[in-house]
C-alpha cells in the first residue's frame, strides 16, 4: 500500500490495472488507450511542448490520463476553460480519480457548488477519505509545475462558500463533517493558487 498511494504515484487510471503491459502486437486503439502517462501527469508542460504527436494520438484514442493532462493545459496554460472542463470531465467519467477531484475543485472555484459536490462525492470522501486526501495532495502536485493558476474569482467564491457552511468547526483543520469538507477543500485549492501565482 505505501507505493500505491504514494503521492508520486500518478498511475490511477482503472482500465490500466493488471494489464499486460507487453503491448508489441496490440491493436493501436489498445496500445494508446491503455499507455500510462505517470510521467506527463507529473510534469504536464512535457506534454504540451515535445510531444504533440503522442498527445494526438492518446486522446484520439480515449486515454484517460491524456484527457487529465490535456484538460489542465487546456484549462491553467491556454486558458480555454471549455477544452479545459471536456477533457478533464472524460477522464471523470472514464473512472480517472484526479479528474474527479480536479473537476470538482474547479466547480467550486466557479461557484457552481453542487455540481462540485456532486464531482467530489464521486470519490466517497464520507466513507474513504484517504483517497481524496490522496487526490488532492497528486493534483496540487501537478498544478506545482503551472505558473498563475490563480484567478480572482477563486477567491469570492470561496468567501461565498464560507458564508454557506453551517459548520461551527470549519476553521478547525481537525475536523472534516458533510458540512464543511468542501469549503476546506476549496480554502486548500485558493491558497494553494495563491501561492503559486507570487
Same mark, same amino acid.
Given at each position: 500500500m505505501g507505493e500505491e498511494m504514494s503521492v508520486n504515484n500518478y498511475n490511477n487510471n482503472p482500465s490500466s490495472e493488471g494489464s499486460n503491459n507487453d503491448h508489441s502486437s496490440?491493436?493501436? =486503439?489498445?496500445?494508446?488507450? =491503455?499507455?500510462?502517462?505517470?510521467?506527463?501527469?507529473?510534469?504536464?508542460m512535457e506534454f504540451l511542448t515535445k510531444h504533440k504527436k503522442l498527445r494526438g494520438e492518446? +486522446? @484520439?484514442?480515449? =486515454?484517460?490520463?491524456?484527457?487529465?493532462i490535456?484538460?489542465? +493545459?487546456?484549462?491553467f496554460v491556454e486558458k480555454d476553460k471549455t477544452k479545459g472542463f471536456f477533457h478533464l470531465r472524460q477522464a471523470a467519467i472514464g473512472g480517472?480519480?484526479?479528474?474527479w477531484y480536479l473537476s470538482?475543485? +474547479?466547480?467550486?472555484?466557479?461557484?457552481?457548488f453542487y455540481k462540485g459536490e456532486n464531482y467530489l462525492d464521486n470519490l466517497e470522501w464520507k466513507t474513504n477519505l484517504e483517497l481524496s486526501d490522496?487526490? @488532492?495532495?497528486r493534483v496540487l502536485k501537478t498544478l506545482s509545475t503551472i505558473c498563475g493558476i490563480m484567478n480572482r474569482g477563486y477567491y469570492t467564491a470561496m468567501v461565498n462558500l464560507e458564508c454557506l457552511t @453551517?459548520?461551527?468547526q470549519k476553521n478547525n483543520s481537525n475536523h472534516i463533517c458533510d458540512e464543511c469538507y468542501y469549503y476546506k477543500q476549496l480554502k486548500k485549492f485558493v491558497l494553494f493558487a495563491m501561492n503559486q501565482y507570487n
Open positions: 496490440s491493436d493501436p =486503439n489498445i496500445y494508446f488507450r =491503455n499507455l500510462s502517462l505517470a510521467f506527463f501527469v507529473a510534469h504536464p492518446c +486522446l @484520439k484514442h480515449g =486515454n484517460l490520463e491524456g484527457h487529465y490535456e484538460g489542465i +493545459l487546456q484549462y480517472y480519480r484526479d479528474g470538482g475543485l +474547479l466547480m467550486l472555484a466557479l461557484e457552481r490522496h487526490c @488532492k495532495a @453551517k459548520c461551527d
